[in-house]
């Protein structure tokens, strides 16, 4: 048996394909762009491992798509591959579109043409797991209730709009031909090999620099915070028992406004790796001009999975947080690797004024 997972070399895919190997032996094929946020070095570990097998190509070739089908008698699809930065999809959309719908929509029909002619018991036992976002829902009122599934679709970023379209179209292939779909719509993650271009990998990698943290708007903006590999083992359970054409909300009922989120890494790492002056790193906190349409909050209602599936995430945000520090203090050389020149050339832009 063997699993294709999309975007593996990223943030989300590489923790779930080292998740997944660490939790059984299906082979996983890898297949990944490597661009600017893929990275080979997050999957180190697995090197002479033959139960992954990486490849280098995109999820939008479809002729590509459908040997590897064919060639490792794939069982499921899971689809971890798109643009995934708001700021840069605000900055130059066209990579979005290009990805998240015309790549998702290629890679369906690819999968489409392997899955129908199956014999009839594999497929059945077919999957294709879309792993989507909760940015698709819009943006929350402070007292609205958490978004459920049945919440309206209502992206307000290219990113978001994106990943709503590649999920209309993973909806639409279930529901015209069949398919069997999963789409899971999951909160913001974080922890290990997150790149320093978000939030948090951002705040840790600044304050150790001795740079600024950047803080947009009044920094009050909410997000409901999941450690990757509680949504790592969310996928693998929906993978698992999910309802054909059924979508899964995914989250820890963690939400923090930003500023909290920047505070209290300031004051994990005051704790764990001391600034050389003896002064708090909230001292390098600096407020920024605003992101360009910024949501206000994200909230998730994880009940179905719970109720269904009986999932929950292991850790809570105080646990998740310091683990994420500390692997950011014991891993700087995987930093430094990663901060190369387009990195730069991007921060340099983004944070100009
Ligand atoms: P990421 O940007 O870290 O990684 C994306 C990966 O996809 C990279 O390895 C990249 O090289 C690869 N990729 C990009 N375009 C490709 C293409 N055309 N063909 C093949 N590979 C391609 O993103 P992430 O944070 O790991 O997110 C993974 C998925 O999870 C995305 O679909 C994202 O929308 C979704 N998601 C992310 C979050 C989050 O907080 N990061 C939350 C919910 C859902
Ligand atoms: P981010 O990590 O980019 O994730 P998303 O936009 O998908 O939620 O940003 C998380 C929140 O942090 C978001 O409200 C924007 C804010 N933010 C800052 O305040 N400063 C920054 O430098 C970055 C990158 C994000």
């Given at each position: 048996?063997?699993?294709?997972?999309?975007?593996?070399?990223?943030?989300?895919?590489?923790?779930?394909?080292?998740d997944?190997?660490?939790?059984?032996?299906?082979?996983?094929?890898?297949?990944?762009?490597?661009?600017?946020?893929?990275?080979?070095?997050?999957?180190?570990?697995?090197?002479?491992?033959?139960?992954?097998?990486?490849?280098h190509?995109?999820?939008?070739?479809?002729?590509?798509?459908?040997?590897?089908?064919?060639?490792?008698?794939?069982?499921?699809?899971?689809?971890?591959?798109?643009?995934?930065?708001?700021?840069?999809?605000?900055?130059?959309?066209?990579?979005?579109?290009?990805?998240?719908?015309?790549?998702?929509?290629?890679?369906?029909?690819?999968?489409?043409?392997?899955?129908?002619?199956l014999?009839?018991?594999?497929?059945?036992?077919?999957?294709?797991?879309?792993?989507?976002?909760?940015?698709?829902?819009?943006?929350?009122?402070?007292?609205?209730?958490?978004?459920?599934?049945?919440h309206?679709?209502?992206?307000?970023?290219?990113?978001?709009?994106?990943?709503?379209?590649?999920?209309?179209?993973?909806?639409?292939?279930?529901?015209?031909?069949?398919?069997?779909?999963?789409?899971?719509?999951?909160?913001?993650?974080?922890?290990?090999?997150?790149?320093?271009?978000?939030?948090?990998?951002?705040?840790?990698?600044?304050?150790?620099?001795?740079?600024?943290?950047?803080?947009?708007?009044?920094?009050?903006?909410?997000?409901?915070?999941?450690?990757?590999t509680?949504?790592?083992?969310?996928?693998?359970?929906?993978?698992?028992?999910?309802?054909?054409?059924?979508?899964?909300?995914?989250?820890?009922?963690?939400?923090?406004?930003?500023?909290?989120?920047?505070?209290?890494?300031?004051?994990?790492?005051d704790?764990?790796?001391?600034?050389?002056?003896?002064?708090?790193?909230?001292?390098?906190?600096?407020?920024?001009k605003?992101?360009?349409?910024?949501?206000?909050?994200?909230?998730?209602?994880?009940?179905?999975?719970e109720?269904?599936?009986?999932?929950?995430?292991?850790?809570?945000?105080?646990?998740g947080?310091?683990?994420?520090?500390?692997?950011?203090?014991?891993?700087?050389?995987?930093?430094?690797?990663?901060?190369?020149?387009?990195?730069?050339?991007?921060?340099?832009?983004?944070?100009?004024?």
């Amino acid at each position: 048996m063997t699993i294709l997972v999309t975007g593996g070399a990223g943030f989300i895919g590489a923790n779930f394909v080292l998740d997944w190997l660490a939790h059984g032996s299906e082979t996983v094929i890898n297949l990944d762009k490597l661009t600017y946020a893929g990275n080979l070095q997050n999957l180190a570990s697995l090197e002479g491992d033959g139960r992954h097998v990486f490849v280098h190509g995109d999820i939008g070739d479809a002729a590509l798509v459908a040997r590897l089908l064919a060639e490792h008698k794939v069982r499921a699809v899971l689809n971890f591959a798109a643009e995934s930065h708001v700021d840069r999809s605000i900055e130059g959309p066209g990579a979005f579109i290009q990805t998240n719908i015309v790549g998702t929509f290629n890679l369906l029909e690819a999968v489409r043409g392997y899955w129908s002619a199956l014999p009839d018991a594999e497929r059945a036992a077919f999957r294709f797991l879309h792993v989507s976002t909760d940015e698709v829902y819009g943006s929350l009122d402070a007292d609205a209730p958490a978004f459920t599934e049945s919440h309206r679709y209502e992206p307000n970023s290219p990113y978001s709009a994106s990943k709503a379209a590649s999920d209309h179209l993973v909806r639409a292939y279930h529901h015209t031909y069949g398919l069997p779909v999963l789409t899971t719509n999951c909160s913001n993650n974080y922890g290990p090999y997150h790149f320093p271009e978000k939030l948090i990998p951002l705040v840790i990698h600044n304050a150790l620099a001795g740079k600024p943290l950047p803080i947009y708007g009044d920094g009050q903006q909410i997000r409901d915070w999941l450690f990757v590999t509680d949504h790592c083992s969310a996928i693998r359970r929906v993978l698992e028992a999910g309802r054909l054409g059924e979508t899964y909300n995914v989250g820890g009922w963690n939400e923090k406004a930003n500023i909290e989120v920047v505070r209290t890494l300031c004051a994990i790492l005051d704790e764990l790796a001391p600034r050389a002056d003896g002064q708090p790193y909230a001292r390098q906190m600096t407020f920024v001009k605003d992101r360009p349409g910024h949501d206000r909050r994200y909230a998730i209602d994880a009940r179905k999975l719970e109720r269904e599936l009986d999932w929950r995430p292991r850790e809570t945000f105080e646990t998740g947080i310091r683990k994420t520090v500390q692997w950011y203090l014991n891993h700087q050389d995987w930093v430094r690797n990663i901060t190369s020149g387009a990195y730069r050339e991007w921060v340099e832009r983004q944070y100009a004024a």
